[in-house]
């Protein structure tokens, strides 16, 4: 089996690219019980708006994410509570080591104020085999779907749309605040099938597919972002209608979708 991958993103409005602090990213294996596993690794993080170089932290997040080999440098976490408590005191020595270096007065003082992302990370594993799984780890409102036959079977955290609005939990860069976010990780996992699909949607979409699931709107929800020709043009077009009819909130928007197929796919399809 093999996992085809898309992301979308829309910066807020009046916002260019440069200024957008989501990220998505994922990698083609994924490192589990010591093992190199044949899988994916993915992961999106939402950098705390105004937050000291949030896009930075999100970015460093990532990479180290979807690390699959630890001989390559700081590897992603194991999806259990110990490794993934040691994985954040890890990002936040090595924020730290480099925030301070070369930094202006000022700098050091917005550093020591710290920086928020909300993050969501997992791997598909056995992709060799007849039973695939995912599971992840999440942290804060950027939301995890599973969908199967355009029907939600699975999310992650486990929220409501109305669970939105309130400040939201993250991974800090100041290390006061570790064993407070250990304690605030959520953990999901299950079984996978050719076809299903994995989105992952940072808060001001991931709020707005929550509603829509929620009023009973699913299926033309999930029929349209799994469609395989979506254009990026056609989902930015789609996010500027739910934000000009205030459906929405003005944040910036990043969408990565993950399929399940039987096999590699014999052509790519390349936007223009």
Known sequence: MDVQRVSFYVPKPGSTREEWEDGAADGPQSWAGGRIEFGRRFAVADGATEAYAARRWVQQLLDSFITADPAEGAAGPEIDSASVHRWMEAMQQQWQRRAITGSSPFEQAKIRQGTLATFVGGQILKLSTTHPTWEAVALGDSVLFHVRRDRLIGKLPKLRAADFGKTPDGVSTLSARLDQMSRQLQFGKGPLEVGDLIFVATDALAQWMLACDER?????????????????????????????????????VTLLRLRLVSQAPTAVMVYQ
């Open 216 to 252: 009973g709107d699913g299926g033309r929800l999930w029929s349209t972002l799994s469609n395989p020709a979506l254009h990026p043009d056609v989902f930015t077009k789609l996010i500027d209608e739910e934000r000009r009819t205030k459906a929405m909130n003005d944040d910036d």
